[in-house]
């Protein structure tokens, strides 16, 4: 008897259903029972809220809000509208609830993507500072290469003029201490003098004996007494005793020519430097080309979570907060998203919800950093 009641409970559930209609996507079921369309609304405008399969019909159309448009007319809601700062394009036509906006070319230094089949990408890649192949980054290339000779002239004409000023220093140094010595000697030939003209008014004079002369039997002759002439001293010995605390001026040439450097050691480490920055440089234009060939095409998304770490890890430092900010530049993040960014996390997350950035135009940008090992970070997630 129960099982009996249940199956016509279950009968009476399924020709209900059966009879209630389906209304279709721009349809709302009726208190009635029937299917009635949903209220159209205009280019530049929206319901208020959604209206299909059933649901719906108590909206009413109202204004897309800024940023938004709609075209058409329909139920559908107003679309985003495109952001061509963020592709890296010039803006042709600004966006408008009617209507979308319209980028045009690439903005200057940066290029097209083509993909394989031939066809343009929408965003636009920076150019890179060493690119010969893209026509619109040659003109950077040959702006950056006059630059570079520039200074190199300017340093060219610097270092002749320190090393003439060092000479002129060491020559006063040496002049100074040549005519301190002249100096010297000159004081010590004058004191000379002085003690030569003392020695000679010691020397007593032997005068005639006015009464007239004497005879031999009345001379009386002093008993002979051994005088020992004074040992005269040196002049030198005798400047020493009385200048024993003066500064020989000799010990100043002394002193500047141990403090002269040779000039060479500058050149040497100069040279090492410039042949450490070379390798460098050979070895991410070879990560880069590495990335391009086997990435192409392929999202930051793609990144595992591991290589984001420690991207994060190498950029996030309180040293690399600059190349934070200019790896977002490069990439054509807005300033004022740039000014909210607190880490790589951040960057990352705006660029795969907001844009449609490319592994190998992260490469691109992080080449522009002064830090190798983020571009050698991303090659070893492509590779293995």
């Not at 141990?258 to 060479?264: D, E, Q, R």
Request: net charge negative; glycine share 6%.
């Amino acid at each position: 008897m129960e099982a009996c009641l249940y199956a016509a409970l279950l009968l009476v559930c399924y020709m209900q259903v059966k009879s209630e209609a389906i209304c279709d996507e721009t349809e709302f079921l009726h208190l009635n029972g029937s299917c009635v369309a949903c209220l159209l609304c205009g280019p530049g405008m929206q319901l208020s809220e959604d209206c299909g399969f059933g649901d719906g019909g108590a909206g009413v159309c109202i204004l897309c809000e800024e940023g938004r448009f709609s075209a058409d007319t329909g139920v559908g809601p107003c679309m985003r509208c495109t952001q061509c700062d963020l592709l890296n394009r010039l803006e042709e036509t600004r966006c408008s609830p009617t209507g979308d906006a319209r980028c045009g070319q690439c903005l200057s230094g940066h290029y097209e993507l083509r993909s394989m089949t031939g066809a343009v990408e929408l965003p636009c890649v920076p150019c890179s500072s060493r690119d010969m192949i893209h026509k619109e980054c040659l003109h950077l290339t040959a702006q950056k290469a006059k630059g570079e000779t520039a200074v190199t002239m300017t340093m060219d004409l610097e270092e002749p003029k320190e090393q003439r000023v060092k000479e002129n220093k060491i020559s006063m140094v040496l002049i100074s201490s040549a005519a301190a010595s002249s100096l010297f000697l000159l004081a010590l030939l004058f004191w000379a003098f002085l003690v030569s003209a003392e020695r000679f008014k010691q020397i007593p004079k032997h005068c005639p004996d006015p009464e007239g002369l004497m005879s031999a039997d009345g001379l009386q002759l002093p008993a002979p007494t051994e005088r020992t002439a004074p040992q005269p001293q040196s002049p030198a010995k005798m400047f020493l005793s009385g200048h024993e605390k003066e500064v020989h001026p000799t010990s100043i040439v002394i002193n500047v020519t141990t403090n002269i450097k040779p000039s060479g050691q500058k050149k040497d480490c100069s040279s090492q430097e410039a042949q450490q920055s070379s390798c460098s440089m050979e070895e991410m234009e070879k990560n880069l080309q590495t990335i391009w060939e086997k990435a192409q095409g392929q999202t930051i998304e793609t990144l595992d979570y591991d290589s984001v770490q420690d991207l994060s890890l190498l950029l996030d430092s309180v040293n690399n907060s600059c190349a934070l900010r200019k790896l977002g530049r490069s990439l054509g993040v807005p300033p004022q998203v740039i000014a909210h960014l607190k880490g790589f996390q951040d960057l990352f997350q705006y660029l795969c919800t907001s844009s449609y950035t490319l592994l190998p135009q992260l490469a691109q940008a992080a080449a522009l950093l002064p830090h190798p090992e983020v571009v050698a970070r991303i090659h070893r997630a492509v590779t293995t």
